[in-house]
């Protein structure tokens, strides 16, 4: 049987749909895993998009499908991924785990694996308490936490620029969202993905 791996992301310049990629690469990656890539729906209007230059780059991975928030439950595992609005998720983001009221009324995702990934503009811009807050919805909902452990030795690189940390992987977007997420960032999103779906399997083979 094999292993339900759910990534589900909000992107709105395209930087959080790559990593997303990349951590459903690495999801894939472990034998006998299977990898949905979703996204959340938008809740700007087309007016909005148009004028912020989004509209064009969402086109680029319109075709990912719509995640259910019902759907979270089919998962083994679910890989969340945010841009950071003020040190916190965004609200496209925050409006999907809203209606996920039914599911923490069942305990649907006790016991599940739950990780996030996300980008900033910049350096400082708040990737740590992003997804430290983000937690807290998954701790309301009984979900395991999984971060990045230092086992990748990425997170220790200091001859560049890079996102990621223990917390999750992240990338940086700059001011004008003209850098795109480095091979760096990338591989740190791969082990990511990879290292949720391994646990996820362990869990599912234990509990088998």
């Known amino acids: 049987m094999s292993t339900k791996i759910q990534v589900v992301f909000y992107s709105m310049y395209g930087h959080v749909y790559r ?9 894939r990656s472990v034998p006998g895993t299977e990898v949905s890539l979703l996204q959340v729906p ?5 007016a909005v998009l148009e004028k912020s230059g989004a509209k ?12 259910d928030p019902s759907g979270l439950a089919d ?6 991924g945010t841009p950071t609005r003020f ?7 925050r409006n ?5 009221g039914g599911l923490w009324a069942k305990g649907a995702l006790v016991g599940k ?3 996030v990934f996300v980008s900033t503009a910049s350096q400082h811009g708040g990737q740590e308490t992003t997804i430290s807050s983000f937690h807290n919805t998954l701790i309301h909902h009984g979900m395991i936490i999984v971060g990045v452990p230092y086992a990748d030795a990425r997170l220790l690189n200091m001859t560049e620029i890079t996102g990621g940390s223990p917390y999750g992987a992240g990338t940086l977007t700059d001011h004008d969202g ?21 646990i996820a399997k362990k869990l599912a083979a234990a509990t088998a």
């Not at 064009?56 to 995640?67: E, G, M």
């Not at 999907?96 to 996920?100: E, I, K, R, V, W």
């Not at 003209?178 to 391994?198: C, D, K, T, Y």
């Open 19 to 27: 990593l997303a990629e990349a951590v459903a690469e690495g999801a």
């Open 42 to 46: 938008e809740l700007v209007s087309d």
């Open 56 to 67: 064009k780059a969402r086109a680029s991975f319109a075709h990912i499908p719509l995640a």
């Open 75 to 80: 998962a083994d595992a679910v890989i969340f």
């Open 87 to 93: 040190g916190n998720m965004c609200a496209q983001m």
């Open 96 to 100: 999907f785990l809203d209606q996920t």
């Open 113 to 115: 694996p739950g990780s």
């Open 178 to 198: 003209s850098r795109m997420p480095s091979e760096n960032e990338l591989a740190i999103a791969r082990f990511q993905g990879r290292h949720v779906a391994e």
